[in-house]
């Protein structure tokens, strides 16, 4: 496993005030996903480079030139080289798309730094990076590590061919490495649901103190949805975690923001504040209660492959979120580069079979999520499928309302149901203890 060594940081101003104003400058939403008002300046990313590589780097001195190399979505990815007489040295400058401004780039330092000594997952090492919009790009940065190799996305003949000798070998030894990777990451475990931050004034470049911290995800942002005051963690149950993303809906934010709503407010007010009363049924805690990291990002863009076929580094730790089994969907139990290969060829289903095996014969903690417990390691058992169809409704609120308003009075039917057998139970106990009382005085 990776040696742990802090990354400079630029700024240490902490969160803005105005973090939703800087936001709403740099990002625009459309259909729930951000996207970019303002293209980065190449330019002042040349400028920022030349101010800070060769104190982040050991590069020689020379010349600076910057290239675009990819649009990540929530980052803009370039390539700074530096050329002397030696030769040329490149690294990563990633620009990331404000849509949590310090939040979000805190994050993912934080999570890629954690995950880089704490498991075998080739992760590059982050030099310096800049949580501050303050700068001559007026954006976050991340300067980093490049890892020479092709995107498993650019291997097409990966995806595209049929399950052949000339690549079942190495399709084989990935999915057994990805099972590898997702197991450690299930072994991280942590008592509350949040994100990964570094809490830097008790940390060094040999003791690194990490927290859970505020949630750093979509469901939080979505059409910019900073500006609702509400409880982002970290948080100490499922049922507390869940209630949030109802309670953004709840306070009519989208309605705020220009997005059609499709009820009046008074009636998707209901259906939110009877989905918050569901909750509890639903997730009423578990006493073997741990969360853990997911895989959420390990999909083809994200892996670099070597010359031999082998993955040299795993790029976008962003938006990370802790989470215990029960609240990742089973769609998520899979790694994303496995969905795209059997996507492109449906003889690559024997990848998730071989994935599968790893997982059951290293009993990890993550087969939890597949709904297959109780788990050996942490006794917690795998969630039901009313959990699973829930936590898909909390999520799609606004696109499955008329599907909601059809299923509430059958779960409040059954709540109902579940408390006359509490008092019932209540009761019973109540009688039987006065009755034990009783014999005691005699």
């Known amino acids: ?37 303002i293209k980065p300046s190449r330019k002042a990313i040349k400028l920022l480079a030349e101010r800070h590589i060769w104190a982040a780097t050991s590069f020689e001195k020379g010349d600076v030139s910057v290239s675009f190399l990819v649009d990540g979505g929530g980052h803009k990815v370039y390539s700074v080289a530096v050329s002397s007489d030696n030769g040329v040295q490149e690294c990563v400058f990633r620009v990331a798309l404000g849509v949590d401004p310090f939040y979000k780039v805190e994050s993912d330092v934080a999570t890629t730094e954690y995950v880089r000594p704490n498991t075998t997952i080739p992760v590059p090492k982050i030099y310096i990076f800049d949580s501050s919009t303050n700068n001559k790009l007026g954006m976050e940065w991340i300067m980093m590590e490049k890892v020479q190799g092709t995107r498993l996305s650019d291997l097409s003949t990966w995806g595209q061919s049929a399950w052949n000798a000339q690549n079942c070998g190495a399709k084989t030894k990935l999915a057994n490495l990805l099972a590898s990777w997702i197991d450690q990451l299930s072994r991280q475990n942590f008592d509350k649901i949040g994100s990964l931050h570094i809490d830097w004034s008790q940390s060094s470049s040999d003791n690194v103190k990490f927290d859970l911290g505020r949630c750093v995800g979509l469901r939080f942002l979505k059409y910019g949805r900073l500006d609702c005051d509400i409880n982002r963690g970290p948080f100490d149950s499922s049922a507390e975690y869940l209630h949030a993303p109802i309670n953004i809906s709840l306070r009519g934010h ?186 005691l005085l005699c």
């Open 1 to 37: 496993m990776a040696s742990q060594s802090l990354p400079i940081r630029v700024s240490s101003a902490g969160p803005p005030v105005d973090a939703y104003r800087i936001a709403n400058g740099l990002v625009k939403w459309g259909d729930g996903y951000p996207t970019w008002k």
């Open 254 to 439: 989208l309605n705020m923001m220009g997005v059609d709503t499709p009820l009046p407010d008074c009636l998707f007010s209901s259906v939110c504040k009877r989905l918050n009363c569901l909750v509890p049924m639903f997730f009423p805690g578990q006493p073997h209660w741990v969360t853990m990291l997911p895989c959420r990002n390990l999909h083809e863009r994200n892996i670099i492959m070597g010359e031999d076929k082998k993955p040299v580094g795993v790029f976008d730790w962003e938006k990370f979120v802790a989470l215990p089994a029960e609240l990742i969907p089973i769609s998520n139990g899979r790694p994303r580069v496995l969905d795209e290969l059997f996507k492109k060829d449906i003889s690559n289903m024997k990848l998730l079979v071989i994935f599968k095996t790893r997982l059951e014969e290293s009993e990890s903690p993550w087969l939890s999520v597949f709904g297959e417990g109780p788990n050996v390691m942490h006794e917690q058992p795998g969630k039901s499928l009313e959990q699973e169809n829930f936590l898909y409704y909390v999520k799609h609120i606004f696109e499955e309302y008329r599907k909601i308003l059809q299923k509430i009075p059958q779960w409040e039917s059954k709540l109902d149901s579940l408390e006359v057998q509490t008092e019932e139970k209540a009761a019973k106990d109540e009688a039987a203890q006065g009755k034990d009382a009783a014999q």
